[in-house]
Nanobody, 117 residues
Framework: QVQLVESGGGLVQPGGSLRLSCAVS????????MGWYRQAPGKERELVAS????????NYADAVKGRFTISRVSGENIVDLQMDNLAAEDTAVYYC??????????WGQGTQVTVSS
């Protein structure tokens, strides 16, 4: 059974930083892609950043480029999202995701990130 456990959300002031972490168990540790998505109230879930396991290729949403950094522990299904210079528009529930085998996709339970003064 694949399980994703997220941590690191919370309340931060504009311009502050947070680090999210996600640990996955029960999934292959090779040839997968892990990522972070977010969903703000009244909006659709959107990709924030993703990282492949094989070559470490990263992909970022335009809105977070230069502010967020995704990384993963080599050989393990652990992915972090370092979020710097946070703004109110980054307020959302953030979800961890893992995809492997082209069709197997699993989600974490979500962690709230609130940026407010």
């Amino acid at each position: 059974q694949v399980q994703l456990v997220e941590s690191g959300g919370g309340l931060v002031q504009p311009g502050g930083s947070l680090r999210l972490s996600c640990a996955v168990s029960g999934a292959p540790s090779r040839q997968n892609t892990m990522g972070w998505y977010r969903q703000a109230p009244g909006k659709e879930r959107e990709l924030v950043a993703s990282i492949g396991q094989t070559e470490g290729t990263t992909n970022y949403a335009d809105a977070v480029k230069g502010r967020f950094t995704i990384s993963r522990v080599s050989g393990e299904n652990i992915v972090d999202l370092q979020m710097d210079n946070l703004a109110a528009e980054d307020t959302a529930v953030y979800y961890c995701n893992i995809i492997y085998g082209g069709i197997n996709s699993y989600w974490g339970q979500g962690t709230q990130v609130t940026v407010s003064s």
